[in-house]
């Protein structure tokens, strides 16, 4: 009897343990997008976005910030702004905007997770290759056990919440230049 107790009792335990856990997601694009950026310009040029240093979410990873998804994110986030005329896909347009993850550092385990995000900015005017921003962008999210309960979607929300402070802070950066 005591035997078939534990071994119910393990059972449980596995069953919560999973549940608890379960498969990563990767960083959703809209939720990176910040919605309340504020610029103090509106610049009359096209924008080309490059992103790199993301890495996709494997099924057994925690949860990343994959490239296209970042290079979207920014998209949403300068045409909701309106900071710049218009988005220009591949090379061609006015400026050219990269972004480069260089540093995400996610908690393993806790009630609370807060996720610290670096990212490198830089700004070049592709007529004469000029750069007229470089800036390292450094970011936090936190998310705790109210806004989730699983680990995995804990983790998720504050990658989110880094990326979104992330951008939001570059794209003030740009909005405060002189082109």
Same mark, same amino acid.
């Given at each position: 009897m005591?035997?078939?107790?534990?071994?119910?009792?393990?059972?449980?335990?596995?069953?919560?343990?999973?549940?608890? /856990?379960g498969? #990563?997601?990767? +960083?959703?694009r809209a939720?990176?997008?910040?919605?309340?950026?504020?610029v103090?310009?509106?610049f009359?040029?096209?924008?080309?976005?490059?992103?790199?240093?993301?890495?996709?979410?494997? +099924?057994?990873?925690?949860s990343?910030?994959?490239? #296209?998804d970042?290079k979207?994110?920014?998209?949403?986030?300068?045409?909701?702004?309106?900071?710049?005329?218009?988005?220009?896909?591949?090379?061609?347009?006015?400026? $050219?905007?990269?972004?480069?993850?260089?540093?995400?550092?996610?908690?393993l385990f806790?009630? /609370?997770? /807060?996720?610290?995000?670096?990212?490198?900015?830089?700004?070049?005017?592709? #007529?004469?290759?000029?750069?007229?921003?470089?800036?390292a962008?450094?970011?936090?999210?936190?998310?705790?056990?109210?806004?989730?309960?699983?680990a995995?979607?804990?983790l998720?929300l504050?990658? $989110?919440?880094?990326?979104?402070?992330?951008i939001?802070?570059?794209?003030?950066?740009?909005?405060?230049?002189?082109?």
């Amino acid at each position: 009897m005591r035997h078939l107790l534990r071994a119910l009792l393990l059972i449980a335990a596995g069953g919560l343990a999973l549940s608890l /856990t379960g498969c #990563a997601s990767p +960083a959703n694009r809209a939720a990176m997008t910040p919605t309340d950026v504020v610029v103090g310009k509106h610049f009359p040029y096209s924008l080309g976005v490059r992103t790199d240093g993301g890495a996709d979410t494997g +099924a057994m990873d925690s949860s990343n910030i994959a490239d #296209a998804d970042l290079k979207a994110a920014i998209e949403d986030a300068v045409r909701n702004s309106k900071l710049f005329t218009s988005i220009i896909q591949g090379s061609g347009g006015d400026y $050219e905007l990269s972004v480069r993850v260089t540093s995400l550092s996610k908690p393993l385990f806790g009630g /609370t997770f /807060t996720v610290q995000l670096e990212a490198a900015w830089s700004l070049t005017k592709v #007529a004469d290759r000029s750069v007229v921003l470089r800036k390292a962008v450094q970011s936090s999210g936190t998310a705790t056990m109210g806004d989730a309960f699983a680990a995995v979607t804990r983790l998720r929300l504050a990658v $989110e919440a880094a990326a979104r402070s992330n951008i939001s802070q570059g794209l003030t950066a740009v909005g405060e230049l002189k082109l």
